[in-house]
């Protein structure tokens, strides 16, 4: 079955300092890889995706995430967290087969909680 | 607008009572999907439109479930003799579409109907 898994509840990081959060799938194939944010009350919102290619991928934001095919990971990452980045964070896959559903599987989110 | 919009962005409901929770996709975009998301939880697949066709929708959780996109544009989350459990955000979200299986393309989310049972 198709899983993904973000191991941290929380992630807390100092302003200006770099962050990472972490996520690891279990998908069949090689799939879409996608890193959304959710601010309080509002739907989630598009970051970056990985479709194929260079396994650095660029976003939103300053936001970035590691594609690396033998630990099946798609860590995102910053190199300088700003307060307003505070948000939970959701890494998501999408299986590539011709006869699949477009549908996302999301992990569980990471709340990041960057302090001034 | 520009983006997805949800409507009511809350509702509350007396268990046993049914409710219709609407969504109106990006202008022009074939794919529309709902997910349910409980508190502290990531979504979970619900459905998939693309056009008026439902493709997918093996997500749902029971028969009490029902949604529909008659036109291929706005769609309706029904959900009838509502339970507790069915309290939770429910998020529609929308992407233009290719070919199936080739698009890429990420799905643009709308802020949510929060939904609680009492």
């Known amino acids: 079955a198709q899983s993904v898994a973000q191991p941290e509840d929380q992630v807390n990081v100092a302003e200006g300092n770099p962050l990472t959060v972490k996520c690891t799938y279990s998908?069949?194939?090689?799939?879409?890889l996608f890193w959304y944010v959710q601010y309080p009350n509002r739907g989630l919102q598009f970051l970056l995706k990985?479709?194929?290619?260079?396994?650095l991928v660029k976003g939103s934001y300053g936001f970035e995430a590691e594609f690396n095919k033998s630990q099946t990971s798609f860590h995102l990452k910053k190199p300088s967290a700003l307060v307003s980045d505070s948000a939970l964070y959701f890494c998501?896959?999408?299986?590539?087969?011709?006869?699949?559903?477009?549908?996302?599987?999301f992990g569980s989110g990471t709340r990041l909680l960057v302090r001034p | 607008g520009a983006g997805v919009s949800q409507s009511p962005r809350y509702k509350v409901a007396k268990r046993g009572q049914d409710v219709a929770l609407r969504c109106d996709p990006i202008?022009?975009?074939?794919?529309l999907f709902w997910y349910q998301q409980a508190l502290g939880q990531g979504p979970e697949f619900l459905t998939y439109?693309?056009?008026?066709?439902?493709?997918?929708k093996s997500g749902l959780p029971s028969d009490r479930f029902f949604a529909e996109r008659p036109e291929g544009s706005v769609s309706t989350l029904k959900i009838q003799r509502t339970q507790q459990e069915d309290s939770a955000v429910y998020l529609c979200?929308?992407?233009?579409?290719?070919?199936?299986?080739?698009?890429?393309?990420?799905?643009?989310f709308g802020d949510g109907t929060r939904l609680s049972i009492l």
């Open positions: 998501a896959v999408r299986d590539r087969g011709m006869d699949s559903s477009y549908k996302l599987i």
């Open positions: 979200a929308s992407s233009p579409s290719s070919v199936q299986g080739r698009d890429n393309q990420p799905q643009h």
């Open positions: 202008s022009g975009h074939v794919s």
């Open positions: 439109f693309q056009n008026e066709a439902q493709l997918d």
């Open positions: 998908v069949s194939g090689n799939p879409y």
């Open positions: 990985y479709i194929t290619g260079d396994n």
